[in-house]
């Protein structure tokens, strides 16, 4: 009945948008970098007289005392119609810690407005906060989005996490799915700040609709956009990358200032104030699915490590990865849930070779991958698994997770099956050493990258390419990166590299 009702939610919410007028619509939370502050986000279909749209607020539904003015600018959908809608941002500044605030979003006095919404403020030092983490959520098949909803409202999660993919798409049908998409949200995003990054299907018109749908998240970020940026949550540095720009090769000039962003913050970070470090981005640096290729190996191997193109060099990400010692890095695009070991270029943390339920101050980075929130592409399976050494868990199932920052030495993740909420999959993250200095050693620079044989895309290239009655096995030597390595050492690295196939491991539900 899961699927049949929110895909009803969702049709209904297409029908009712793109003909609301002035009334204020997709509501929507963020962050700032203060935690006294909340920005409100609103749409309407028509645009404000000068001097209106505002948010009144204050700690009681009936009594909203205070009152905020809001910018408004126009976005234009790249679509053959151009159609128009009006965006608006407001900030909520001073707000007292640890209270409830109801608000009201109001176009015009005496004219349309929102209903009565209501947050929370956290403590101001150091808050308990759980985050709920998915990616690629669409409007059709949501499957996440009622359980998400019935945790809200029993208090299980204080923000979210999206990891890129909106809707599917937010421009598709000139926008109004977009638009539908962020209405079916409301109930989620009115409530708790809805942090997030862009995916591959925020793609169309340079990613115009991401920029402009999450803008209140660029104003308010030291580096004034909301493809790559950080923040701080209680014990935790947040940093959100663009991944796509490794896929769109008008956008491979933004690597190396990605690059430099990400490297001057990873070493601004004071890990005796905020000691855990985390990442996300949309696409991961590792993952196992085979369904679906070469997701888990070109793909991961080109943003993982770097790649050259018209003789400029763009450097990956898994060196600084290690070179700053973060602690996990979050991600999403496979529509499944999987968690690797801590692991650096191939090789798993020499401290966490038995680790299993508990990273116990790990020495490298593990991955997540959440993605499996629901959209209309389904789920991608572990078809013919190719199981590497560094891959832990996996699960073939709807799903979403949860982050709770515990205290300053422990996290604890969880993923969740939608239907039920019922665990997956549970880890202890524990970090009670000090953080040791960064590997000032490792090269980062931005003018090289990392040229080395993959034996886990080979091994997986060579088997698909067997069981082709045209495959030529003798491909996967340059596709993996291990053209430039004699004959023994790619036969040492295949034996070295432990892949097993195996259905028993797979979860699917």
């Not at 090289?448 to 390419?465: A, G, N």
């Amino acid at each position: 009945c899961l699927f049949v009702c929110v895909c009803a939610i969702a049709t209904g919410a297409s029908a009712a948008i793109g003909d609301f007028g002035t009334s204020p619509q997709q509501v929507h939370l963020a962050l700032t970098s203060s935690l006294n502050q909340r920005t409100v986000s609103f749409v309407t279909e028509k645009e404000l007289e000068q001097g209106n749209g505002f948010v009144q607020y204050g700690t009681s539904s009936s009594s909203l005392a205070n009152s905020v003015n809001c910018t408004q600018h126009k976005f234009v959908d790249g679509g053959s119609a151009h159609r128009a809608i009006f965006l608006h941002e407001c900030l909520l500044d001073n707000l007292v810690y640890d209270i409830t605030y109801y608000y009201q979003v109001v176009s015009m006095a005496g004219g349309p407005s929102s209903k009565v919404f209501n947050f929370t403020t956290w403590k101001e030092t150091y808050p308990d906060v759980t985050l709920a983490v998915y990616g690629d959520m669409g409007l059709t098949n949501a499957r996440s989005l009622f359980p998400l909803i019935e945790d809200l409202s029993e208090g299980g999660f204080d923000m979210i996490l999206h990891v890129g993919d909106f809707a599917y798409n937010l421009d598709t049908d000139q926008g109004l799915v977009g638009d539908a998409f962020m209405e079916m949200i409301q109930p989620l995003a009115s409530s708790v700040p809805y942090m997030t990054c862009l995916g591959n299907h925020e793609t169309a018109y340079n990613f115009s609709h991401y920029t402009q749908r999450f803008a209140a998240i660029a104003m308010h970020t030291a580096t004034k956009n909301n493809w790559y940026f950080s923040w701080d949550v209680s014990y935790v540095h947040f940093i959100a990358l663009s991944s796509e720009i490794y896929y769109n090769d008008y956008l491979y000039p933004i690597i190396a200032e990605q690059l430099t962003f990400l490297e001057k913050d990873l070493a601004s970070v004071d890990r005796s104030k905020t000691p855990f470090v985390i990442v996300y981005l949309h696409r991961p640096l590792y993952c196992s699915n085979t369904d679906d290729l070469p997701d888990c190996t070109t793909d991961t191997q080109k943003i993982r490590e770097g790649f050259s193109s018209g003789g400029t060099s763009y450097p990956g990400l898994d060196a600084l990865m290690y070179k700053y010692r973060v602690n996990l890095l979050f991600a999403a695009h496979e529509h499944s849930y999987e968690r690797t070991l801590p692991v650096y270029n191939n090789t798993i943390d020499p401290t966490q070779v038995n680790a299993t339920s508990t990273y116990y101050n790990a020495d490298y980075t593990a991955h997540i991958i959440s993605g499996a929130a629901g959209c209309a592409e389904d789920l991608d399976y572990y078809d013919n698994l190719h199981h590497a050494p560094w891959s832990l868990v996996r699960s073939a199932s709807y799903g979403y997770g949860h982050l709770h920052i515990v205290n300053s030495t422990h996290l604890h993740w969880t993923q969740y099956i939608s239907e039920g909420r019922n665990g997956t999959d549970e880890l202890w993250y524990i970090q009670d050493k000090a953080v040791p200095p960064p590997r000032y050693e490792v090269d980062t620079s931005i003018t090289s990258f990392r040229y080395s044989c993959d034996p886990y895309c080979l091994k997986v290239c060579e088997f698909h390419e067997n069981k082709s009655p045209e495959g030529n096995t003798d491909v996967c030597i340059e596709k993996c990166r291990c053209d430039r390595v004699s004959e023994d050492t790619v036969k040492e690295l295949k034996q070295n590299m432990d892949i097993t196939i195996k259905w028993d491991i797979v979860h699917r539900h």
